[in-house]
């Protein structure tokens, strides 16, 4: 509770300097810094942010990062570098300076994509990155409109199967986490939809309210509001565990599908070649940002859930999903 | 709900805090709108964190004026300089900037700053009349959308000109540039030469900003000499009663159809301006001086746009479903604050959103009460000698468009679309097809490609529904009225020989 | 003899190179293919684009040999609409009530002379090589000779105060952009200049 308290008044504090003097902090360059006295008070580390300003990644990014800046005594920049799907950001990531004043958004399995196609010349793969730790998850989910057939996640998949290619599935866009997690679903459990992509995840979910579309899959988080409002109704979490969003609702293992968990997680990363030491003191800072109330309220306000994995735990993680979805990304670029 | 609530939204505004981070957002969203860059949805992301210390309340009444004082910075520089701060002042700058070059940038921005605040009045008069039936918006399925952007090419003919085939090879350019990047609906990447950049495609706000701002630099610098300053004489600051009749019913029309534009999902901003100015054009009895500083022109497009950004954020109140990319973060502001956008919103904190409903009128008003003085300090900007301006105005095109996505790539892209621009003025091309084609051609495909992909190839879900089939009707009325029209016009022309019109002769 | 033709010489050219970057535009396009299991191809949109380009450039050309034809001597300069054929020269009432076609782009842009093309050339080059140099020398320095070059060599300014200004503008426009606004503007990538703090 003080912790939010002192973040308020830096915050108020910020905004009254800001207006006030149109001026607030200090300019400074970015020199290398050793990896000793990592990071030198008053430099400037840039999070790179590979979406667009107001895009999820970006509003979780500026939660967490005034946290972080907090603890490190550096200043902290949320830089949004869009394009390409992300690749354009990641390249800039991969490529930076391997100082530990350059880090971004590696979420897992979204990144996997970026680089096992080969056809978006990405400049990088998993040996690029050393991972930092991730600050959150989102779980995946299967929604339906509230008014539809379909009562239950065994209902769905038993039309899918009646009539193969028939029933329709919203995305948020082509070759992104959704389209990738279906055609693991299709794959694992030998189903066969009909994959329409959209330009967003609103679009996505606005084609599930009007009825355009059968059923959706995807973060918890893009369905949030219309499952509380009831427009919504979600079928299964392809979990383990149930989400602490949407307790009610089963998970895939408990209504006899046999489907890894597909949750998203929000993992930052450093270019390959840091210093063990700058890796571990921006950790550190990770993990004290992740664990702070502030912090912690504002992630589950965005149905993020916060989530502590370290370094380590994020790299095993990173190889595992690769694993599993390398073979079913060459099929799925060629395909639909 | 209804117009009581409203009122007590109004009650809740008025206080003075919440009026002081009202005013304080509409500073800091137009302080930052001026930057070519820095879009209404960019300032407000740049600002969140701003807001982080206050209430829900307060949080988002501010982040809603930053909103509009960033849409208002945008058309500042579309008048001033031709530089749309963002795609969708493209239609204030066609007239903005011949109203300025003429020395009337005062009036042009007091009758913006007039028309704006009619278009968010009347769009949360439409919002309280509206919202509850805002689940029909969501019956314009692919199919409807990729009618209505076809609908939208109809408008090339108002932008056209003298000669078709410009307009056409404008239009078609437009076309193709839109077609760079990744296809949406098979996935193969389309012109661009391998290079990651281009794989979503060309950035519309680069381009706009290099067809209209560096071409017009690059035109006056062709000029010279540059030695001699020659500022722009700055006649009269406040609008003259003609002007003020001349853009009333303008605004109510725009601000019409603004608000239904706003509610379809995709909220195509830029086009719905372009929209409304074309329909000006249309209705005019002074059509010839469209393009040359007539106040209709300006009036319609800002009514529109601001209609808009209001009843775009009916589908966010109402449905949780944000339509555009700057309602997304309204959206992200309101999850971050706690509060889900919905309906719920109207059952669990009513008394937020229906303030946040009444500060969207009070930020407009406090806009405008701020900008009738400070036109002065804007057109104070026309002052500077233009040896200087032209540099200042190259650096800020510069800093902006590197700004976007922090990519050198987009600078190029900015001056490729100048030298284009610049070249297709030179041989008297129309610009404002290439843009239109540019925002209409992704819209067009993707909606074609995903209405099939629903349908499983069947064409006929185009022909479904009352939607659909009205649309259609529109459509072939539109295209009738369009080419048949003109060649009655030119068989006329064949038979009379009367003297010139002297409309025509004031040229 | 410039003066002339010039202007007739650049619709030719533009003319042509719509026609032939339209037919580039299709026949690429048609290579992404055209169909696709539910209905049309990746390569359908940019074919129609491209044809579109091709044709308004064939409109173009004829109207262009038109002109030739009817309009002798050759037309004055900056006034190419006058050889276009005749589309509402003269207007009744009634004419123009149904006629859109009265609104030309408003700008007559008079045609550039050998300095006018020096001028643009020299804000073009500037631009494009700041562009591809701001990833090694850094936004400050970059702006700086950007400035300074459009000053002193299309401006006309004197050398000091051209490099005075420049500088001065690429450091408070830096100033407002990382300090102020918190967006990160690109540092050199050179060793030397970085340690400059560039």
């Not at chain 3, 005749?86 to 009530?97: C, D, N």
Request: contains cysteine.
């Amino acid at each position: 509770m003080k912790k939010l308290t002192a973040l308020t008044t830096t915050a108020l504090a910020a905004a009254v300097a800001l207006a006030l003097t149109g001026c607030g902090g200090q300019a400074n360059s970015s020199t290398a810094s050793k990896a000793a006295d990592f990071p030198k008070a008053g430099s400037t580390i840039e999070w790179i942010v590979p979406s667009a300003a107001g895009a999820g990644n970006d509003i979780l990014a500026r939660i967490v990062a005034p946290v972080m800046q907090e603890d490190l005594g550096a200043n902290i920049k949320v830089v949004n570098k869009e394009g390409g799907s992300q690749v354009v950001g990641l390249n800039y990531v991969a490529n930076a300076k391997a100082d530990g004043l350059t880090f971004g958004n590696t979420n897992i399995p979204s990144i996997l994509g970026r680089y096992l196609d080969p056809s978006k010349k990405a400049a990088f793969d998993r040996s690029s990155f050393t991972p930092i730790g991730s600050f959150a998850t989102n779980s995946v989910v299967i929604g339906v409109n509230k008014d539809s057939k379909y009562k239950s996640i065994k209902e769905l998949f038993d039309a899918v199967k009646a009539e193969p290619g028939k029933i329709t599935v919203g995305t948020d866009s082509r070759a992104g986490d959704d389209h990738i997690n279906l055609r693991l679903l299709e794959n694992q459990l030998g189903l066969d939809f009909n994959i329409v992509h959209y330009n967003s995840g609103a679009d996505k979910v606005a084609a599930i309210v009007s009825g355009e579309t059968d059923f959706a899959l995807g973060g918890v988080s893009s369905f949030f509001g219309q499952y509380k409002a009831g427009d919504i109704k979600l079928l299964t979490v392809v979990e383990n565990d149930p989400s602490p969003f949407a307790p009610e609702v089963p998970t895939m293992k408990s209504a006899g599908y046999d489907v890894e968990p597909m949750a998203s997680n929000f993992a930052l990363s450093v270019p390959a070649k840091t210093p063990k030491e700058v890796v571990a003191r921006l950790e550190a800072a990770l993990k004290k940002a992740t664990e702070t109330p502030a912090v912690q309220e504002k992630l589950k306000g965005a149905a993020t859930a916060p989530a502590w994995k370290s370094s380590s735990d994020v790299a095993k993680l990173w190889e595992e999903r690769e694993n599993t979805i390398k073979p079913v990304i060459d099929e799925l670029l060629q395909q639909k | 709900m209804g117009f009581d609530q409203l009122l007590g939204g109004l009650a809740t505004v008025f206080t003075p805090e919440h009026l002081l981070f009202a005013l304080l957002g509409c500073v800091l969203g137009m302080l930052v709108g001026v930057l070519p860059g820095f879009g209404p949805a960019a300032a407000v992301s740049l600002l969140i964190p701003v807001t982080f210390g206050l209430d829900a309340t307060s949080a988002i009444i501010m982040l809603a004026a930053i909103l509009y004082g960033a849409a208002y910075g945008g058309t500042t520089t579309a008048v001033l300089l031709r530089i749309p701060g963002e795609a969708s002042s493209i239609a204030t700058t066609l007239d903005g900037y011949q109203m300025a070059k003429k020395g009337r940038g005062g009036p042009a921005l007091v009758i913006a700053a007039l028309a704006s605040f009619v278009g968010g009045l009347i769009g949360v008069i439409g919002f309280v009349v509206v919202a509850p039936f805002s689940r029909l918006a969501l019956e314009f399925g692919a199919p409807e959308l990729f009618l209505v952007s076809l609908l939208g090419f109809a408008l090339i003919t108002s932008f056209a000109g003298s000669n078709p085939a410009k307009a056409l090879l404008s239009a078609a350019a437009g076309l193709a540039i839109a077609t760079v990047g990744v296809d949406s609906g098979v996935g193969i990447a389309r012109f661009t030469f391998d290079m990651p950049e281009l794989f979503d495609g060309v950035g519309l706000v680069a381009v706009v900003m290099g067809v209209f701002g560096l071409s017009e630099v690059l035109g006056q610098a062709q000029k010279g000499p540059l030695g001699v300053p020659s500022p722009l004489k700055v006649a009269r600051l406040l609008p003259t009663r003609t002007d003020l009749q001349r853009s009333a019913l303008p605004s109510l029309r725009g601000s019409v159809i603004g608000f239904f534009m706003g509610l379809l999902p995709g909220s195509p901003g830029a086009a719905t301006s372009l929209a409304s100015y074309a329909a000006e054009k249309k209705l005019s009895r002074r059509r010839s001086e469209f393009g040359k500083g007539a106040v209709e022109g300006i009036a319609g497009p800002e009514a529109a746009n601001n209609a808009l950004a209001v009843s775009s954020m009916i589908p966010l109140f109402t449905l949780g479903i944000p339509t555009s990319a700057t309602v997304a973060i309204m959206a992200g502001a309101f999850t971050m604050n706690g509060l889900i956008p919905g309906p719920l919103l109207f059952r669990d904190n009513p008394d937020v959103a229906w303030a946040i409903i009444a500060s969207l009128i009070v930020g407009n008003l406090i806009l405008l009460i701020l900008n009738v003085p400070l036109a002065r300090v804007w057109i104070a900007v026309l002052k500077v000698p233009f040896h200087y301006l032209m540099a200042a105005i190259l650096a800020f095109m510069f800093l902006g468009t590197y700004s976007i996505n922090g990519s050198p790539f987009d600078i190029l892209i900015m001056l490729g679309a100048g030298v284009l621009g610049y070249v297709f003025q030179l041989v008297k091309v129309p610009l404002t097809p290439l843009v239109l084609g540019l925002i209409l051609g992704p819209m067009l495909e993707e909606n074609f490609q995903r209405s099939l992909a629903l349908s499983l190839g069947d064409y006929g879900v185009f022909m479904e529904g009352p939607i659909s089939l009205t649309l259609i009707g529109v459509i072939v009325v539109a295209i009738l009225f369009g080419a048949v029209r003109p060649l009655i016009a030119s068989m006329l022309k064949k038979k009379s020989h009367i003297p010139v019109a002297p409309k025509e002769l004031a040229k | 003899m410039q003066t002339l033709n010039a202007p007739v010489a650049l619709e030719w050219t533009v003319a042509s190179a719509a026609l032939a970057g339209g037919l580039a535009v299709a026949g690429v396009g048609a290579g992404y293919g055209l169909t696709n299991t539910s209905g049309v191809g990746a390569g359908f949109f940019p074919t129609v684009a491209g044809t579109l380009m091709a044709l308004a450039g064939v409109l173009w050309i004829l109207q262009l040999l038109a002109a030739r034809r009817t309009a002798e001597p050759v037309p004055v300069a900056g006034d190419v609409r006058e050889s276009v054929p005749p589309h509402h020269e003269s207007e009744s009432a009634l004419v123009s009530l149904l006629d859109d076609d009265n609104s030309d782009e408003p700008d007559v842009a008079d045609f550039p002379d050998h300095q006018g093309w020096a001028r643009v050339g020299i804000i073009v080059g500037s631009i494009l090589l700041a562009a591809l140099l701001l990833p090694f020398l850094g936004y400050t320095v970059v702006m700086t000779l950007q400035l300074g070059t459009i000053l002193y060599f299309v401006s006309k300014r004197k050398l000091w105060i051209s490099v005075a200004v420049a500088i001065g503008a690429a450091l408070a426009s830096r100033l407002v952009f990382e300090v102020w606004l918190g967006t990160a503007l690109p540092t050199a990538s050179i060793e030397f200049l970085a340690g400059l703090g560039l």
